[in-house]
């Protein structure tokens, strides 16, 4: 299980476009399950998606993973995990929705971001087939952020509003709970 170190601010790899893939060889593989492994063990917090560009490689390659209920034990979540090599969205609803963002390459900081409550993509998986994804809510603002590392975009290049610390964000959660 081969865990790369996370690359961070200020890291220019993390603010240029990644280069497409064009064919699916063993580095590539290498490359997707080196993402997969690294995003398993993040915890405190979790990530909920890693792009190449996050561990130093400049491809079109990301992980993300959708969230749901467990089917058999419905108190817990689990997760499948997708792999989109040169993602495209091709359709968004109209609707967006501002909600709280952080990323593992920008340790204690967060902020609102807005983001289409629905998109599909087209993307190419792990055996270099391509395949269509809907996505929605939380899995679909994941999608949009790992896709925009893809492009050199970070969170906060998108933030509206003020940028915030970890204890800031717990402090606005309690509030509201």
Not at 45 to 62: R, V
Request: glycine share 6%; with cysteine.
């Amino acid at each position: 299980m081969p865990v790369v170190p996370i690359e961070t601010i200020p890291n220019p790899i993390l603010k240029q476009k990644a280069s497409k893939v064009k064919i699916i060889n063993d580095e590539v593989k290498t490359d997707i399950r080196n993402l997969l492994d690294t995003l398993q063990v993040a915890k405190d917090p979790e990530g909920a998606g890693l792009a190449a560009p996050q561990l130093g490689i400049s491809k079109q390659i990301c992980v993300v993973r959708n969230f749901f209920a467990d089917p058999t034990d419905p108190d817990k979540f689990t997760h499948q995990d997708f792999v989109l090599i040169n993602p495209k969205i091709i359709s968004t609803a109209k609707e967006t929705e501002v909600d709280w963002e952080g990323c593992l390459s920008i340790p204690n900081t967060y902020g609102k971001v807005e983001r289409f409550t629905k998109i599909k993509l087209i993307a190419m998986d792990e055996k270099g087939e391509s395949f269509k994804l809907r996505a929605d809510g939380f899995f679909a603002r994941t999608i949009q952020h790992e896709m925009d590392h893809l492009n050199g975009i970070l969170f906060t290049d998108r933030v509206v509003g003020k940028i915030i610390s970890e204890q800031e964000l717990d402090e606005i959660i309690e509030k509201e709970n």
